[in-house]
């Protein structure tokens, strides 16, 4: 069996247990937690019983028995507990009746009363005892006897298994950490938060479980009890019985019925010598119980010195029934160290033989057993749910014809719980819609090599508990780890999921995305990491999507949710380019509450048509642009809805009523703009380039903000928080490479480098045309004037002949780019993926080498937000 196939197989059997026996295994803890301090709240529920009120002498023990036989005549006593605190009852034993009912095992248990010690009174029953016993019935065989004690074992054992193959499934990568191991976050949420609490709170308490455990199984099997007996060189039960000869069976030495001799052995004994001669060789004790004798044998006494380390270190002393001479004298504190464990069994199993804390933390513990049932449930039905959700997307999608003679592309995923696998087919079905032939496949069935053919591939793939691949994706990464491949031919985006909340964030995906680097692929964008199903990251995962399969069309995945941003400002910036219109827009919220971004963040547009073409398509369809629907419990005019819709084919809509059309609409996907300013400025700024489709139609976001929308007009926008390009919080020196308007980034980071006092800032800006392309010109040139840009490269494409670009700036300033990041520099890039961003990298790369250009990225100081 191969280890990810043995791992899935305890992940299995885990799994099946804990959604049976932890059912039982949270009660037996339940009952346990209520157990632990039994004999404390009992005296507290019972003054007057269980504690008396000191008097100057107590009765001798042989008068105490005489007065306890006066009260009980018909009743045999066994055994008498006397307590060297004058404030503690003693304690009588009888023998049980003839009628007395058996528990499991065939025994039966006398009643015990206790005893005022002054007066030999027999005291009332405690309260609260009938509660504890039938709570110890639950703990050992919930009230059924011996196949409640069967069960109660089994339960015992998965325990055991519980403890040791929930430590093998979530052992994690840097086990060395401790706060990996033990800490807990509250701030998790979702089934991460199930998970952590599950997994962390489980590795506090699994030693105590143990202990429980193994403990516990004293009680539940015979065979496990003389196994342990014969490990610690204890004689079993049955070979200490002495047994008769073949005619005497049943008889004494002379020939009476073993039980009248029962009878005579506690009738004969003289009480208060025994006791005499039993405090000669125990002149120190804090409780001690007398045994009459039995078949024969001697009076015994159990005893605790005064400071004895828990209730079960007792000492033993048997006494001769007729001289009442010491036979045997057994100190705890003289056993063996595996007879100590044996003779503590109950201790080591409630915790007392660690002292009161012990006690405390076993009780704990006990009490957090229905956690990990409760928790153990909830993840299964979640993942049952996601999985049955995953297959049904997965059947569906997997129905979806290939597209006919399209590009080839490989997405493969690794998904624990369904999620990942539920993105890959979103991800397939948009990439069909464009054109391509896409084949899924899970990562675990692809081998490394496979990739080398592959032209293009994309990953979608989930982190599982610390930092591991899902099970079904660690063969793969195992051969990963192992391989060194030249993938030079390989292109490839990366989606990795993941909890921030982790130390080991999106670990799995980051660690794909660098062996896939490392074999020379290259990447179509920078990898997108999801924090906990952020909706954010998703879209901007689908943003690259639409872009690749060259849809600006595609519908968002999640329904949007905007802000209205009034149009305040538009300004054509690069008038007699040779390139396409870029403007300077500003945008204010109708709530300045609503001014609250990070600089790197990002607005997401809600775009709409102009009213031409919703005219042109009204006229085609033979619609009302004024009737009324209503959309989203809003009464809105249709010419409204559809504005902000996909339009569909008119002959399609033609003679449905207006409110039948308003429902089947999907609105128009967002687009995504780099914010050029703070929330300081009292706007939010964007610099957008206004784009053409080969037919000549703009854009339907850069259309929209830069020709259609009137200045006035309301734009629906979002924020979509971007902390991978927000601006270093120290004065680390700050190197800021971009291009066309990828210099808005650039300026919202400069920004708030400046705001900051951080002035140790270079700046790499290429374009088109120094006349004509040199956007922010003034506000630049002053930031340089006034020392806080410290140095300013430009390269214009079309004033030089070679033409020159940003990463052939960073190559002739190597003298400058060497000493900057030997102080510790950071290096953000914004702007186009195509030709800048990859040229940029390979400046870099050759600089500082891969592996450092990585560890870089991993710490901060590599950032991109390229598109």
């Not at 044996?342 to 080591?348: C, D, E, R």
């Not at 494409?797 to 102080?823: C, F, G, I």
Request: hydrophobic share 45%.
């Amino acid at each position: 069996m191969t280890l990810p196939t043995f791992r899935n197989a305890m992940f299995q059997l885990h799994w099946f247990f804990g959604i049976t026996a932890g059912v039982v295994l949270a009660l037996v803890g339940a009952t346990g937690a209520m157990l632990s301090f039994e004999h404390e709240l009992l005296k507290a529920l019972n003054p007057g019983v269980i504690t008396v009120a000191a008097q100057s002498q107590a009765l001798a023990p042989d008068a105490l028995v005489a007065r306890i036989r006066a009260q009980q005549p018909e009743a045999k006593l066994q055994s008498l507990a006397l307590s060297a605190d004058p404030n503690e009852a003693a304690k009588a034993g009888f023998a049980p009746k003839a009628d007395a009912p058996k528990g499991p095992g065939g025994r039966a248990r006398g009643e015990s009363r206790y005893v005022d010690p002054y007066t030999g009174t027999l005291l009332a029953k405690p309260r609260g005892e009938g509660f504890f016993r039938t709570t110890m019935q639950l703990h050992r065989w919930l009230v059924m006897d011996d196949v409640g004690k069967q069960i109660v074992g089994a339960s015992t054992v998965i325990l055991v298994f519980f403890c040791l193959s929930g430590l093998y499934l979530r052992w994690p990568r840097r086990w060395g950490s401790v706060r990996v191991w033990l800490a807990l976050d509250w701030r998790q949420k979702g089934r991460n938060f199930l998970w952590h609490l599950h997994s962390i709170v489980g590795t506090w308490v699994l030693v105590l479980y143990l202990v429980m455990a193994l403990t516990g199984l004293w009680w539940s099997y015979d065979w496990y009890r003389d196994g342990l007996n014969r490990w610690a060189g204890v004689p079993s039960q049955q070979s200490q019985k002495k047994e008769p000869p073949a005619g005497e069976r049943g008889k004494g030495r002379d020939g009476a019925d073993r039980e009248e001799r029962k009878a005579d052995d506690a009738a004969v004994l003289d009480v208060g010598a025994a006791w005499v001669a039993f405090e000669d060789a125990a002149p120190a004790w804090s409780t001690a119980t007398l045994q009459w004798p039995r078949d024969g044998g001697g009076a015994q006494f159990a005893y605790l010195d005064v400071d004895a380390p828990h209730e079960r270190a007792r000492n033993t002393i048997e006494l001769d029934a007729a001289t009442l001479a010491v036979t045997k004298h057994e100190r705890y504190d003289a056993k063996p160290t595996r007879q100590k464990i044996v003779g503590s069994m109950f201790a080591l199993h409630r915790g007392s033989f660690f002292g009161t804390a012990g006690v405390l933390a076993f009780m704990l513990a006990s009490l957090l057993m229905p956690l990990f049932a409760i928790t153990g449930w909830m993840l299964y039905l979640d993942r049952r749910r996601k999985q049955h959700a995953a297959r049904a997307l997965a059947t569906a999608q997997a129905a979806l014809p290939a597209a006919s003679g399209g590009e080839p592309l490989l997405l493969a995923y690794a998904s624990q719980t369904g999620s990942a696998q539920r993105l890959a087919w979103q991800t397939a079905a948009a990439l069909r819609e464009g054109g391509f032939d896409v084949r899924v496949e899970r990562l675990g069935r692809l081998r490394p090599e496979q990739l080398a053919n592959a032209g293009r591939a994309l990953f979608v793939v989930s982190t599982f508990g610390e930092g591991q691949p899902p099970d079904d994706a660690r063969g793969f990464a195992r051969r990963m780890r192992a391989q060194s491949l030249s993938l030079a031919t390989l292109q490839y985006g990366v989606l990795a999921l993941g909890d921030r909340e982790y130390d080991s964030y999106c670990e799995f995906g980051r660690e794909l995305d660098h062996w896939l680097h490392h074999a020379g692929a290259q990447p179509l964008f920078d990898r997108i990491d999801v924090d906990a199903g952020d909706a954010g990251a998703l879209r901007h995962w689908q943003h690259h999507i639409g872009q690749l399969a060259g849809r600006t069309d595609l519908p968002d995945w999640s329904a949007p949710s905007y802000g209205a941003w009034h149009l305040i400002q538009r300004e054509w910036l690069n008038i007699g380019s040779p390139g396409g219109r870029a403007y300077h827009l500003a945008l204010t919220p109708h709530d300045p509450a609503d001014l609250a971004w990070q600089a790197g963040d990002i607005a997401e547009i809600g775009p709409r048509h102009d009213d031409a073409s919703v005219d042109a398509w009204l006229a085609a369809a033979g619609f009302d642009g004024d009737s009324d629907v209503v959309q989203a419990d809003t009464p809105l005019p249709l010419r409204t809805v559809l504005a902000r819709s996909r339009l569909p084919d008119p002959s399609t809509a033609r003679g449905l009523p207006p409110q039948q059309l308003a429902a089947t609409l999907a609105p128009l996907p967002h687009r995504e703009y780099s914010i050029a300013s703070l929330p300081a400025d009292g706007s939010l700024q964007l610099l957008v380039r206004r784009m053409r489709h080969p037919d000549g139609r703009l854009g339907s976001g850069s259309g929209w903000l830069t020709e259609h929308a009137a200045l006035g007009n309301d734009i629906a926008l979002r924020i979509r928080p971007n902390p991978s390009f927000h601006p270093p919080a120290d004065a680390r020196p700050l190197i800021l490479v971009g291009n066309g308007t990828g210099l808005a980034g650039l300026r919202a980071v400069l920004k708030a480098r400046i705001a900051a006092g951080h002035t140790r800032n270079w700046m790499l800006f290429g374009e088109r045309s120094g006349l004509h392309d040199f956007h922010y010109r003034d506000e630049i040139e002053r930031w340089q004037r006034e020392g806080q840009v410290q140095h300013l490269d430009l390269a214009f494409s079309r004033d030089h002949a070679p033409r020159r670009y940003v990463q052939h700036l960073l190559q002739e300033q190597r003298a400058r780019l060497d000493e900057w990041l030997a102080a510790g520099a950071a290096v953000y890039v914004c702007g186009s993926l195509e030709g800048m961003a990859p040229g940029v990298d390979a400046v870099l790369r050759e600089v500082v080498g891969v592996d450092a250009l990585e560890a870089m990225a991993e710490d901060g100081r590599y950032r991109r937000d390229v598109y």
